[in-house]
């Protein structure tokens, strides 16, 4: 038995009496009970204990919340871009006077270590409502010339709201992806229905409580608490919604656009699943790449889209890179989320703990070896799992062709420097990559080559609200962040005028 960090700090007393008050969904400006009145409960997975119980939307709920954002949508449209600006940098800064308290919550929910919770989820939050701000004024049309001589022309193109958009988002920065999907909803003019994950829906419905008092109109937001096969499922179907942003699985990705199609053709973007990977040639910096390269896949404990979860090494330098990352590995400190010194806390849920351990066990029935960590038995009911390293992988593994979505990493070397592009774009995501080298021809050309919607070159995982992000391949379909993300949840009409 293994003992985890355990010293939680105390949580504040008013984010206390909110967990233990009735938690409701917000529909056109109201807090409300699902029509069925069922409920579900939000789990710690630090402790596997009930937090809160929310309300399970079903179908019925859905057709409230586009009801209502049908009607938000009207409103919000009649602020000017200013005021829509400033109502955005508002809920920016009342994340932020917020912090700590949605750190807590966060960390609660999600089981992540509050010390990361306040570093990134948080302020990146924030960040992004303010960057998002911006773009409410920003978004023009363009005129153009026309090509016919029998007259004279004027032409020009609009870029309108595309009207009710929804976001579905995923379980492992509920707090920053709700930002993701609702800021340049509102950005661009749209009302929003949210729909957070169902393991961890509480932030999303905090976030929600700030947005009205930073004074977005009742309807304008929406958040709807419920499962994926109901409410993300009626969601998607509905034909009173105009656009889907979704991330989450592959899997569900596809379904996703099939609902759309089916239904109305809402437009639909999707940030899905991912095997990126990390590639450190031998003229690297290999102090400073090992523990870039080891954060890439035990940060958050492995749970990130473009996780670095594939290392491939240049030969020379393998047994010095492996030796690194498995001490750096080794020195991480396991924990409960709100224990500040935790650096890996537990995974979201039992079927993601399962999923994790059927992966490794499959890995090793393929004959992979463990080179770290494994199967460690910790002394909590949590659903904790050690960072660990697989070698002696073979491409058609399993572990290597999947996405496990835990803190697994499967590490290999390579000979030819230019034999890695084809084993690097040998999968069928291309969310991310990362780069290792001190040949800037290389990494510029290797940059060109690989089919990844994200490299990083000496550095991994920086996000900013001015960078595009999003996959090619089953990774996705278009981008989020950035003028790119905004233009997303509009519609652009061109107008012709004979003069
Ligand atoms: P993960 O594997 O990370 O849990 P999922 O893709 O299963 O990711 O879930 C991401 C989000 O998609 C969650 O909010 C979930 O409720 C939702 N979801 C799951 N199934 C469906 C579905 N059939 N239709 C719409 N949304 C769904």
Redesign the pocket.
Known sequence: MTSILNQPIDIERPLREWLDSPRRMLVGGEWVNARSGKTFASEDPGTTEALAHVPAADAADVDDAVQAATLGAKKWQSFAPAQRANVLWKAGELIHQHSEELAQLESLDTGKGISAARAIDVPFTAENFKYLAGWATKLSGETFGISLSDADWHAYTLREPAGVAAG?????YPLAQASFKIAPALAAGCSIIL?????TPLSALRLGELLMEAGVPAGAINIVT????S??????RHAGINKIS????????K??LK?AAESNLKRVTLE??GKSPTIIFADADIDAAIPVAAEAIFGNSG?ICNAGSRLYVERPVLERVLQGVKQYAAALRIGYGLDPRTQVGPL??K??LERVRGYVQGGIGDGASVYHGGFVDFDVPGYYFTPTILTNTAPTMAVVREEI?GPVLVAEAFDDPDEIEPIANNTTYGLAATIFTSNLARAHRLAGRLKAGAVWINCFGVFDPNLPFGGYKQSGIGREMARLGVEAFTEVKSVTIKL
């Open positions: 579905i988002i995923p379980w492992n729909k957070p994950a169902e393991q419920g499962f994926g096969d409410a993300g499922a009626a969601i998607a979704f991330t989450g699985s592959t899997e569900v990705g379904l996703i609902a899905l699943g749970q979201m849920s079927a993601q979505f």
